[in-house]
């Protein structure tokens, strides 16, 4: 006897909470960690005290596209209130293009610049690909695109849960940054593909 399908509403909410257990567990061990100012963070924290004049536009940019994302993707709120769901929408792609220039900014001259580039790219064009999709009203297209989008976007958490293990720390300072970072970046937009494409790598089509 085949097992139970998982409804997609209860494979939705346990997907929201692991991404917010995530996040929880990064803030954690990673800002609440620097603010203390754990040892193994020191010269960390002393750098981003040095650029914060960067740091902030580029983590507050950052934050509203994580956390607006989710609503984003609501359907009630899409469907009972679409006025607030376009204002949202406009300031998560003004977050995107904010935070994809302030992180190539600060990237600027170190070993882990090619890393955000391409994150900020594969950032700035699949949020663009959704605006386009949805001004010429192709929702479907513009749903999966807001959905890579939000992937890239939470390749700022998940880049950051493997903080606490002290050989990936002590190599964010060289080119080992750069490669981690497309890694993550790469492997969430895969893992997006293979999500959005399920039902056709699981249906078999009987040929006429």
Known sequence: MPAPAISPSRFKTALWIGLGLTTLFVFITSEVLLIADYPMYHAYRLQVISDRHLLIPHALAGMFALFIGPVLFSSRTRQQHIQLHRILGRIYIISVFIGAATGVALAAGRPGLPGTIVQAT??????????????????????????????????????????????????????????????FTLASLLVVELGLNWSAFTTRHNSA
Not at 126 to 154: D, G, P
């Open 122 to 183: 594969a950032w700035v064009v699949c949020t663009t690909a959704a605006l386009i999709t949805v001004c010429n009203r192709q929702i479907v297209q513009h749903r999966r695109w807001m959905v890579r989008s939000y992937a890239v976007t939470f390749t700022f958490i998940s880049s950051r849960v493997l903080n606490l293990w002290p050989w990936y720390w002590s190599h964010l300072g060289d080119t080992f940054a750069a490669v981690g970072l497309i890694a």
